[in-house]
């Protein structure tokens, strides 16, 4: 089954009393059991909904994985990874990711004993030098959020594997639809539903995706023991979403790669990052990795200015100045002061997080609407 076919069918049937094509919203919180601990799957609807559970057979089957587990948000779905570990516990991270998973990490399970270190793994070698005995993870992000930094994901799966690491990659920039990373060896696969998924910036939720049972049966515990998952109405949003991710993410594509064409050839633009440029570090990487190059795009201006970026965020009207990304509207953002405010200024400096640069979410609105808001807004800049 291709893709867009599983999109819109996989997990899903016709509701067997009434014949209803959608799946049905399960508003409840409980369910008749046929006699003491005898039921049909469902005893809570903390454990098991059976609308979420089409939403976890739906994105499982996006991901060509054999479990699919979803939460109440991204960050809940992080946290039910780094609970696999234990204090002591020593995990390598990407240096440059979202700030809520460094503030997670840094902030919350640092004081429970687990140790992150923060690396550049355009340098392998760097990562392998702060690897020993209590190294358990690797967790990386690619495109990774805000600087869309490629990361070779076979090499890093062949790593994890012959030191027998949990290899987690948020997958939450590029999507099903561009990247299968548990088709590479990857153990575990993260998503905010939040933003692509989702497409319609109207639900919070998280996913994890796996092939092995000893994690999705772990992970399983965590969501039902800890409490971090989601309702119907919200799975039923991000399920109705699904079935238009592929017809979305072309026109993600194709709009993201006429904006950095445009960014890049532009007077007051210094620097454009986006992974379909033959000169962006690890383009073939990218190429051979991924099935397209994505709608989310970040640049600086040559004024290297706060007062010009905040000046260009509060100009456009296409583009709406807010957090989040993956929606069908065009969003921009300026990550110092919002994604990656957490993050202390010298470290996000050192991984070109400067004060000017802006993250776009480029939205599926008419090319050359998008185009000319970028262009107005421009040519405000001094």
Known sequence: MKFGTKAIHAGQHPDPTTGAIMTPIYQTSTYVQEAPGVHKGYAYARGKNPTRSALEDCIA?????????????????SDAI????????????????????????????????????????????????????KTKMLWLETPTNPMMKIIDLEAYIALAKKHQLICVIDNTFASPYLQNPLDMGADIVMHSATKYLGGHSDVIMGALCTNSPTYYEQLAFIANSCGATPGPQDAFLVLRGLKTLHLRMKAHCANGRAVAHF???????????????EDHPNHEVAKKQMRDFGGMISFTLKTNSFEDASLLARSTTVFSLAESLGG???????????????????????????????????????????????????????
């Open 61 to 77: 089957a996006l991901e060509n994985a054999k479990y699919g587990l979803c939460f109440s948000s991204g960050m809940g779905a």
């Open 82 to 133: 780094i609970k696999l570990l234990s204090p002591g516990d020593e995990i390598i991270a990407t240096d440059d990711l979202y700030g809520g998973s460094y503030r997670m990490f840094t902030k919350v399970f640092q004081r429970f004993g687990l140790v992150f270190h923060f690396v550049d793994m355009h340098d392998m070698d760097a990562v392998k030098r702060v690897m020993n005995e």
């Open 263 to 277: 960014l890049k050839a532009h007077p007051k633009v210094e620097k454009v990052y986006w992974p379909g440029f």
């Open 328 to 382: 069908v509207e065009s969003l921009l953002s300026h990550p110092a002061s919002m994604t990656h405010a957490s993050i202390p200024k010298a470290d996000r400096e050192k991984t070109g997080i400067v004060d000017s640069l802006l993250r776009l979410s480029v939205g599926v609105e008419d090319e050359d609407d998008i185009l000319e808001d970028l262009r107005q807004a421009l040519q405000i800049i001094p």
